[in-house]
């Protein structure tokens, strides 16, 4: 896996949770830039794409093993 | 501090408050069903008068014959059984079962069983407003070593119809039996046609809880998968509550004979729902089909929010809703309905109205949910994100 500009992690967390942290940090960081969410409880499988969804960001890829996600800022 | 007003109940999904023709042939029952409608008696005949007589009730407002439904002792014991008996009555065809992503857990959990024994399940996508894939559905059904299909009519937690009729045709195409779960459509739509077995429960239309239906349509080589009794035509064990039995029945009839009037008069009011909660709560994702859809429940998603606090949230204002969030449920594993559509699960709630909600319900739910939501995103130190 290509690495992320910035890592967050958020295992341990419960939904929304990391999904919050998500929408609080990704804004901070330059348009293009990609950021990895580490996050083992299982919504974030389906919250995050959808908050992607939601906020014209893009997912760009699930690391199902890790568990991790990578969203790019795009606007 | 709140006063809260009278109780308003919008689970009718899980189950409808009782049916007052439920309640009135349910004593009436006590009284006069209590003994084994196997016997030889007086009160055993009397018995046996009541349960044929719920049965030819039941089979007429479901328009099949009395002789191919059997009353189970609740709605998953019926999808337990027609998952079971499907797949073991055509198991010398193959060991295949077919089945919706968004079928409900008592069929997942009856395939679970199914590949435990050594069968495959092969689960079928939907798109994102919860509707079946049909040509990866007719794909599935076509492949060799199918045994038996299954196919909910309209989804429990969404609302969304699915396609029956042509889901059915890919089953008849495939000369492979369809089992509709019909839980929340009987006494709400009409029944679609094409299907081979179908089940529902009664205590989604107002009756008793302990009572589920089990349709099996002459021909089907369906085979229970339970020890097997000279009870319901060996289709499931052990006697039947028959008060329980004589007020579903009754119940069932009332509800059929007012489902078209009552979807007229409850739709509008999930149409509500669903355009005022869009447009009063910021951040929301209403899920669903918008058009193609149940009369009597409607689904939404309140991003950043807690749904387990939403439930208590709205419970302390005398609200009574359903979630498909991961927190609501003794998994911790977000809806697996709401996973297949691909929608956000957290924040999620379930409205679904019944033959007691009124127009003032709808109103003062929607007046308050606004509220109740802006205040948890204030808790949580996330408006704004």
Redesign the interface.
């Known amino acids: 896996m290509s690495e992320p500009d910035e890592v967050l992690d958020c295992r341990g967390q419960r939904c929304p949770l990391p999904v919050i942290a998500l929408a609080r940090r990704l804004p901070e960081l330059p348009v293009g830039a990609v950021l990895r969410v580490l996050a083992d409880d299982p919504a974030a499988a389906v919250d995050i794409p959808a908050w992607c969804r939601m906020r014209n960001q893009q997912f760009v890829t699930a690391h199902p093993d890790a568990p991790a996600y990578d969203i790019r800022r795009t606007t | 501090m709140f006063v809260s007003a009278s109780p308003v109940y919008l689970d009718a999904a899980a189950a409808a408050p009782l049916h007052p023709v439920a309640r009135q042939a349910l004593l009436a029952a006590l009284d006069d069903g209590w003994a084994d409608p196997g016997k030889l008696y007086t009160q055993a005949r009397r018995a046996r008068q009541l349960l044929d007589a719920a049965r030819e009730a039941a089979a007429q407002t479901l328009d099949v014959r009395a002789d191919e439904l059997s009353f189970t002792p609740s709605g998953t014991t019926a999808a337990h059984a027609a998952v079971l008996g499907g797949v073991t009555g055509r198991r010398r065809v193959g060991t295949a079962l077919v089945h919706s992503a968004i079928e409900h857990s008592a069929v997942l959990h009856a395939a679970e069983r199914h590949v435990a024994a050594g069968g495959t399940a092969v689960p079928v996508p939907v798109d994102r407003s919860g509707r079946l894939d049909l040509a990866a559905w007719s794909a599935a059904v076509a492949a060799p070593g199918v045994a038996f299909a299954a196919l909910i009519g309209a989804s429990h937690e969404v609302g969304t119809v699915q396609p029956v009729p042509a889901a059915a045709a890919a089953c008849a195409d495939a000369g492979v039996p369809l089992y509709v779960d019909a839980a929340q459509l009987i006494a709400r739509v009409p029944l679609p046609a094409g299907w081979s077995v179908l089940t529902a429960s009664a205590h989604k239309w107002g009756g008793p809880p302990g009572v589920g239906l089990l349709v099996v349509r002459k021909g089907t080589r369906w085979e229970s998968p339970f020890p097997t009794d000279e009870r319901e035509s060996g289709r499931t064990p052990g006697v039947v509550n028959l008060p329980a039995v004589v007020a579903a029945a009754a119940s069932l009839r009332a509800a059929a004979a007012d489902a078209a009037a009552e979807a007229t008069r409850l739709a509008p009011l999930v149409d509500r729902i669903r355009v005022r909660v869009a447009a009063e709560v910021p951040?929301v994702?209403v899920v669903g089909d918008p058009v193609d859809r149940l009369p009597h429940l409607v689904t939404f998603?309140c991003?950043?929010?807690?749904g387990e606090a939403l439930l208590h949230a709205l419970d302390r204002r005398g609200f009574a809703v359903s979630s498909g969030?991961?927190?609501t449920s003794s998994t911790?594993?977000?809806s697996h309905v709401?996973?297949a559509m691909?929608?956000?699960?957290?924040?999620n709630v379930r409205v679904s109205l019944h033959r007691e909600t009124t127009e003032a319900d709808v109103e003062r739910f929607l007046a308050e949910l606004p509220g109740v939501v802006a205040d948890l995103r204030a808790q949580?130190g996330?408006t704004g994100?």
Do not use: N, Q, T
């Not at chain 2, 691909?342 to 924040?347: E, I, K, R, T």
């Open positions: 951040d994702e998603s991003l950043y929010v807690d969030s991961s927190c911790l594993r977000p709401l996973e691909g929608v956000l699960s957290h924040g949580a996330v994100l």
